[in-house]
C-alpha cells in the first residue's frame, strides 16, 4: 500500500493514541482530573482521526477497484499473459496423453503456475511452450467458439478453453484426459471423421423448392422474432462432440446417430425458413434415430453452449407422435 | 508421396474459402472435382470470432441510407488509400451476400414484419450492419458448412497444414501440404487454385486472432515471388479484453457502451466529437493509448497490462441478452465479471490485416505491380483488393469475403472448364519432390534454438516498436531484429519426433510463416514515411498525399525485399482532411 497524505494521519494517530493513553492513565493515578479530562478529549478526537484515516484508506485506496495499481505516464510492454510464481498458485497438472504407438495412456505430470484467470487452455499451452513440446492439444479460438479443445477436466467434459483452473482444481492438481466417446489421435487429440459423418447423414442444410430461387437469393425470407426464437438455442452448436462423448447410449451402440445430428435435424425443422417439412422428420424415425435416444440427458448437461439436444429429440419424438395421432 | 488431381483447389476453409468452393460447386454443376485443403477442421476457422455483424445496404429507405454513402464512409474510413472501384463492387454486391447468407439459414436478428436487423458500427454513417446476435461469423461459418455438407462434388481434407505453392512462371500449379494426422506428404495438382488463408495477426502477442491466424498463405506467396501489397497497415482493434485480447465486439459501443478512462471520464469527446466511441477504430485506438499515456489508465496486476474500461453498466440487461449474450458469457466465464455490473477491462489488440496478397480488382493474383496470374485468385483477409486502404471499417470484412469469396470461386471454376490444364506430370512431380525434402529437413531439424523462443523474441518486438504508435527508430531496431530471428530459424529444433498429430512441427512451419510476414511488416512500415489510418509515425504525424497516396508493393528478391509502389484508383471522392 503506498503512502499518502490520509496515512500520515494514521501514522500520527497511531503513535498519539498510546501515549495519551499513558498520560490518561498516569493522571487518573495521580488524581488530577484536569489533565485526565483533558487527555480523554485528546485521546477521543485521535481516535476519531485514526478512525477516518483507516476508512479513506480502506476505501480509498484499497478496496477500490485499480488501486494498488499504480499508473505510470507511459507504456510498459509486457503483454504475455503468463502466469507467473509471483502472481500465481502452484498447480499439477497430470495429463493422460494417448501414445498413437502403444495405443496406452502415458500418465505425465507436470508443475506450473496458475492466476484466477488462467484457463485449463492456457496452461496445457504454456507446458508446451515452455516445459514439453511434444504434447498435442486442438485448439484454434480460445473464446469457446471453435469448438476444438473437448477434452474431460477432472472427469468432466468440457472445453479446456472456457474452464477455469482454479476453479476447477482439487487439491491443487487438475487431471487432463481426452474425450473417450470418439476414436484418439494423440494426447488430447480425437479424430472426428466418424462425427462429421453422423452430421452429413441427416442433411442438414436449408432445403428450399425452388433451388435456383435459393441461390439466386434476390429477397430475405421474411421471419417473425417468435419464428426465430424457436430453432435459435438449437443453432449455438459449435461442434466440439462433448455431447457424443457424454451420450451413454452412442458409447454402447455406435449406430445410434446421436445428439448432435439429432438436434441439427430439429434445427432445420424448426426454421420457418426450411421447406423439408415432415421429410426431415421421417428420416430421423428408426430405432437409431430418434427412438435410439433413452433420455438420460447427460448430452445437455455436458453441452458447452446450453443447446439442449435432450430436448430437441424429445421434441422430434413428439411431432412424429403428434402425425401419428393425425392419421388416426 | 501422394499427388491429388483437382480442378479446383480452394486453400482455407474461413468465410472466403467455403463461399468460393460452394460458387465455384454451383458454376460448375457437378462438373468440376473442388477440394477445400484446411489446417484445421473446416468448420473451426477463425471466421468463427467474427461478432459483431456484416455490411450491407439492405433497406435504402428504411434506413436512410445508399450504397453511395456506404462507398463513401468507407473510402473515408480507408484514409482514402482504398482502390474506389473495388469499393464501389463491395458496396453492391455486399446486400445480396447477406440475403443469400439468409437463405442458406443464418439467424439474423430480426425486426417487425420479418426485416433483417441493422445496428451502428465504427466509421458509418447510419445502421446498416446486419448481425445474428454476436456470433455473426460463426453462424455464417455454420451455414457455409452445413451448405458445403449437401455439395457431392467438393472434397474436405481437414487438418491438412500446406507448406508451398508450386509456381512455374505465370501459373501456381498445385500445393504441396503434409496431413496432420500421420504427417503423409500429399501433392495437389489443379487447374486452378484459391488462396483464402486469412489473416496475420499472430505476428502480435496480444491479439484477437485465433491461435491458426498465422498468414500461412501470405507468406507461402511471397515465399513463390508474388507481390504482397501495403502489409504496414495493421488494424488495431481498440476492446479486447484483458489479460488474454479476446475480442469484445465493436457493437458493444454500437449498441450504446461507453469508453472510460481511470477518472470515470468518457474520453472520446475529446478525440472524435462527433463520433465518439464510433469512431472508426484506427482513431478510438490511438484515443485509448494516448489516454494510457498521459496517465489515465489502469494497471493490471498480473500481466502488466494497461487497460481503460469499456462500460455497458447503463445498458439494459434484456438488451444485453438478446445482442450481445457472447460477450456476457465471455466475461463471466474469462474473468468473472458481469458486464451488467461492472466495467470491462480492455485495451488496443492487433486485429486484421489490411494488406495482403495483391489482387486486382477481380481477385486475380497478380505476377507484378500490373499483370494478374493464369488461374491463380485470393480472396478475404489474405488478399488486398484493396477496398480497406490503410483502416477497415467494422463489418466490412465479412461483406468483403462474401463478395470475393463468391468472385474468386466462380472465376476458378470458370477457369477450370474453359481452358485450363494442369501442369504435367513430370515436371509437377520433381517440384513436389524437392518441396517434400524441405518438409524432410525441417521435420529433422537439430538445431539449439526452440521455435517458441523465437516467437517470443518476435512478440516482444512488434508489441514494442509496431504497435499504435510508431517512431522510425522503434521500427528499425524491429526490422533488425526480426532479421536476425530469421537467421536463428534455420538453427531450430523439432522436440516431438512422432508422426502423428505433430503440433509441434506444424508450430515451427507457422513461426517460419510469422517471421517472413513480420519482415514484410517491418520492412514497408519503415519506408512509409507519413500518418496515414492505421500507420502512425512520430516523426512524420501528418498524411502526406504529395508522396504517400500509393500502395507498397513488396516482391522478394535474392538480396531481401524489393519494394515499389503502384497507383491508388481514384473515382469520385477526391482525398480530402479526415474528421470525424
Redesign the interface.
Known sequence: MRASRYTIFAYASMIGVPVLMLILAAATIAGKAAYSGAASILLAIALIVFGISGVVEIFWHGAYPGSQRKIIAGEDIRTRARPVKKYGKEISFVLLRFNSLTKRFDRHTYTTYANDRTTVLGAILDIKDYQDSTISVRCNCRMGICGSCGMVVNGKPVLACETNVLASAKYDTIEVSPMLGHPLLKDMVTDFDDFFERHRSVDPSLYRKDQKEKYAAREEYAQSKAELSKFLPYSYCIMCGLCLDACPVVNSNPNFIGPQALSQVYRYHADSRDQKGKRRLFEADTMDGVWGCEFSGSCSKACPKGVDPASAIQMLKGELMKDIADKK | MEVLDYDVVILGSGIAGLTAAIHAS?LGKGNLKIAVVSK??V????S??AEGGISGV?YPQANQDSKELHAYDTVKGSDYLADQDAVERLVNGAP?E???F????V????RE????DQRPFGGMSVPRTAFAAD?TG??MM??LY??L??HKDIDIF?EHFATNLIRKGNRIYGIVAFDL?NENVKAFRSKSIVIATGGASRIY??TTN???NTGDGTAMAFRAGLPIKDMEFVQFHPTALI?????ITEAARGEGGYLKN?EGERFMEKYAKSKMELAPRDIVSRAI?SE???????????????YVYLDLRHLDPEKIDEKLP?IK??TI????LDPSKSQIPIRPAAHFTMGGIHTNIDGAVMLDASRPMVGTWAAGECACVSVHGSNRLGSNSLSQCSVWGRIAGRSAADFALKSGNAADSGSFFAAAEEEESDIHKIIDARGST?P?ELR?SL??LM??HMYVYRNIRGMAIARKGISALRNKFKDIY???K???????LREAFEIHNLLDIAWIVSEGAFRRHESRGAHVVAEYPKRDDARWLKHTIAIKSAAGIKFSYSKVKITKWQPEERKY
Open positions: 454451383r484445421l477442421h468448420m473451426r476457422s477463425h468463427v470470432a439492405l445480396d447477406i440475403k443469400f439468409d437463405h442458406l439459414g439467424p439474423w436478428n430480426r414484419k420479418g426485416m433483417i456470433k460463426f453462424f455454420r451455414s452445413d451448405e455438407t449437401s481437414n494426422s502477442s496480444f485465433s491461435y491458426s489479460p488474454s485480447g479476446i475480442l481511470s493509448i494510457i499515456k498521459a496517465g489515465r489508465g489502469m494497471r493490471d496486476h498480473e500481466s502488466g497490462l494497461y457472447m458469457e465471455i466465464k474469462m474473468i468473472n526452440s517458441y517470443d512478440y516482444e508489441e514494442e523439432i522436440e516431438d512422432g508422426k502423428a498429430f505433430n503440433t509441434n
